[in-house]
């Protein structure tokens, strides 16, 4: 079954200090990976996607994620998290050729303490 | 402005009502999706659309109903609201090519009473 896994429901940072977000899909085509991010009462912005080649991507906000095939895994990264980071984060997949159907993950809350 | 919206934001309805929330977009996207969105599940596909007069059902689409007459319009109907179906929902859309990134509105909170 086709599925995206996000283990950790809420973390909690500290400003300044590194982040990674855990993400891991069962998906039986090349995957097309996501990363959003949703801050309160709004709507899901993309922070950076994987189609194909170099395996670290980059995002927006300093953000990025490492594809690893063999863990099934795209974990979201970022160096010095700031306060304005606290928000949900999303793990999407999809197949890139139906049109933008999307699976997602359950999403993990972050929390960045002063 | 140029985007996305759906309305109302907010709405709070009673038990086997009808209600309708609306998608409009400016970008002329072929794709359009409707999601909700629940703690503990994430985001799940309630029906999407390919095209002006095609739409196809996804994850969860029982109990909703959906119209695509104009490109830019995606209506989601609920015919007889459940208390289940109290959630916020997404509507988003893609354009054809490219890798299948989504436009999301800002999204719809319904209540059902």
């Known amino acids: 079954a086709q599925s995206v896994t996000q283990p950790d429901i809420h973390i909690t940072v500290s400003e300044g200090a590194s982040l990674e977000l855990r993400c891991n899909y069962s998906?039986?085509?090349?995957?097309?990976l996501f990363w959003y991010v949703q801050s309160p009462g709004q709507g899901l912005q993309l922070l950076l996607k994987y189609f194909s080649g170099d395996t670290l991507v980059q995002g927006i906000k300093g953000f990025e994620a490492e594809f690893k095939r063999s863990q099934s895994s795209f974990n979201l990264r970022k160096p010095s998290v700031h306060w304005s980071d606290a928000a949900e984060y999303f793990c999407?997949?999809?197949?890139?050729?139906?049109?933008?159907?999307?699976?997602f993950g359950q999403g993990t809350e972050l929390s960045v303490k002063p | 402005d140029a985007g996305i919206t759906q309305s109302p934001r907010y709405k709070i309805t009673e038990t086997g009502r009808q209600v309708t929330l609306m998608c409009h977009q400016t970008w002329s996207h072929s794709y359009m999706f409707w999601y909700r969105q629940d703690l503990g599940h994430g985001l799940r596909l309630i029906y999407y659309s390919a095209a002006a007069d095609i739409t196809d059902k996804g994850e969860v689409p029982d109990g909703y109903v959906v119209s695509r007459s104009k490109t830019e319009n995606f209506p989601l109907t609920l015919e007889s609201a459940t208390r289940s179906q109290t959630s916020v929902y997404f509507c988003?859309?893609?354009?054809?090519?490219?890798?299948?990134?989504?436009?999301f509105g800002e999204g719809s909170r319904l209540t059902v009473l």
């Open positions: 988003a859309s893609h354009g054809t090519g490219g890798g299948g990134e989504l436009f």
């Open positions: 998906y039986g085509a090349t995957p097309y």
């Open positions: 999407a997949v999809g197949a890139g050729n139906q049109g933008g159907k999307l699976i």
